[in-house]
C-alpha cells in the first residue's frame, strides 16, 4: 500500500465569516488534486477558529490577557506549573491551556478552538462535496502534548466521515493470536502524518491524504477521549 500526503498550499489568510470550504476546494483545485473517493481532508483549526469568528482580543497586558482567556475556556484546571495549565475543554479534551493558540494570530488577539469541531468538520465535508461532487473525509486538529513522551504531535479533534479508531480486537496477528485490547487511534495517526506536510511556518493549514483505504464512517473526535475512570494521568 502507498499513502501519498499532499500539502494544499494558495489558502489566504482567513478571516471571520469566509467561506472556508469553497476556500479549500478552490485551494485543492489550483493545486491540481482533485478530490477522490477514499480521501480525507485535513485541517489545522487555527483557519476553522478564524472562520468561525473564535477569536479573543486579550488586551494590552497581553500575558494576563491570555491567562484570563485560558482560565475562561477551561471547563476545568488539573495541574499547574508557572504559566501552565492542564486543563479539560468543553470538548472533553485534556490539553495545555485550553487550546488557547497565540501562534499565527494577529497581534493582540488569540485564536480558541472551535466550539464545536466535529460540526465543524461535517461543514467543511459537505461544502466540499457540493463544490467537487465528491464525498470524502474530513479531519480538524490541533498540536497536543502527551503525558508520557517529551515533544508535540497533532490529533484530531474534529472528525466528519471516518470513525477515529479501528478496533483490532478479536482479529489475530500474524502469529495467529487473537488481539484482546488494540484499539489503534487511526485519526490521531493521520493528524500526525500530515502535519508533516503542513507545519506553523509554512502556512499551509490544510493536508490532502490519498491511498488510506479507510471505509467511510460517522465517528467523532470525541470518541478518542479516555474516560476519567480510565485515565491514569488525571
Keep these: 500500500m502507498t499513502v501519498e500526503i499532499h500539502s494544499v498550499p494558495g489558502i489566504p489568510e482567513i478571516a471571520k465569516g469566509d467561506d472556508l470550504a469553497?476556500?479549500?476546494?478552490?485551494s485543492l483545485a489550483a493545486a491540481g488534486l482533485d478530490p477522490r473517493s477514499g480521501d480525507v481532508l485535513v485541517v489545522t483549526h487555527k483557519v476553522v477558529s478564524k472562520a468561525e469568528g473564535a477569536v479573543r482580543e486579550v488586551g494590552e497586558d497581553q500575558e494576563a490577557g491570555y491567562r484570563r482567556v485560558v482560565e475562561e475556556e477551561a471547563a476545568e484546571i488539573l495541574r499547574r506549573r508557572g504559566p501552565l495549565a492542564i486543563t479539560v475543554t468543553r470538548h472533553g479534551f485534556v490539553c495545555a491551556n485550553a487550546?488557547?493558540?497565540?501562534?499565527?494570530a494577529a497581534q493582540g488577539t488569540v485564536?480558541?478552538?472551535?466550539h464545536d469541531p466535529d460540526h465543524s468538520a461535517h461543514r467543511i465535508r459537505i461544502g466540499i462535496a457540493r463544490a467537487t461532487g465528491v464525498d470524502i473525509a474530513v479531519i480538524?486538529?490541533?498540536?497536543?502534548g502527551r503525558s508520557w513522551r517529551r515533544g508535540l504531535s497533532d490529533v484530531a479533534i474534529g472528525i466528519s466521515g471516518l470513525d477515529p479508531i479501528l478496533d483490532l480486537r478479536g482479529t489475530t496477528d500474524a502469529q495467529g493470536r487473537v488481539l484482546e485490547v488494540t484499539e489503534t487511534a487511526v485519526a490521531d495517526e493521520i493528524a500526525a502524518a500530515a502535519d508533516l506536510a503542513m507545519g506553523k511556518a509554512t502556512q499551509i493549514p490544510a493536508a490532502l491524504i490519498r491511498g488510506l483505504g479507510l471505509p467511510m464512517g460517522d465517528g467523532r473526535a470525541t470518541d478518542l477521549v479516555r474516560r476519567p475512570d480510565e485515565d491514569m494521568f488525571r
Design 99 to 104: 487550546g488557547v493558540d497565540r501562534s499565527n
Design 22 to 26: 469553497a476556500i479549500l476546494a478552490d
Design 111 to 114: 485564536v480558541l478552538l472551535p
Design 140 to 144: 480538524i486538529t490541533d498540536t497536543f
